[in-house]
């Protein structure tokens, strides 16, 4: 009976017969590799004690979503800043899809540092979004 349940749970839900294959048009890149942290594309990059740092320009202001595959703490720092910026919200990723979650920060043109920490992988493929 449990098992019975289980099932049409699982029918009711729908299964995912393939993942990344219908991706909102603002994150249609994720299944693009990239260099380096941007809009259109992914990126990979390897993690050092469970810690990913890198480097982004913003060039019109906004909303900006930055996508991560897997559960860590994100923040972004405008310019050399050491203070970070207030997360704007965040969501799960879209169903059927490797995206774990976005969180979305309102930034001003210039460079900002994002960090991701507590990372339990090797790893971390992030993407920007703009809205």
């Known amino acids: 009976m ?35 942290l941007d809009t259109g594309h992914a990126v990979t990059l390897p993690a050092r004690g469970g810690t990913v740092e890198t480097r982004v320009t913003i060039r019109k202001p906004g909303t900006v979503g930055i996508a991560i595959d897997q559960d860590g703490w ?17 969501s799960r990723g879209p169903r059927c899809s490797t995206i774990r979650k976005i969180l979305y920060y309102r930034m001003r043109p210039g460079t900002y540092r994002v960090t991701v ?7 971390a493929k992030l993407m920007l979004t703009h809205d």
């Open 74 to 90: 994100i923040d972004a720092f405008a310019g050399g800043g050491k203070r970070a910026l207030r997360m704007a919200s965040e």
């Open 2 to 36: 449990i098992l019975t349940a289980l099932a049409i749970g699982m029918a009711a839900q729908g299964r995912c017969t393939a993942l990344d294959t219908r991706l909102p048009r603002p994150l249609a890149g994720w299944t693009r590799d990239g260099r380096g």
């Open 117 to 123: 920490n507590r990372l339990k992988g090797g790893r």
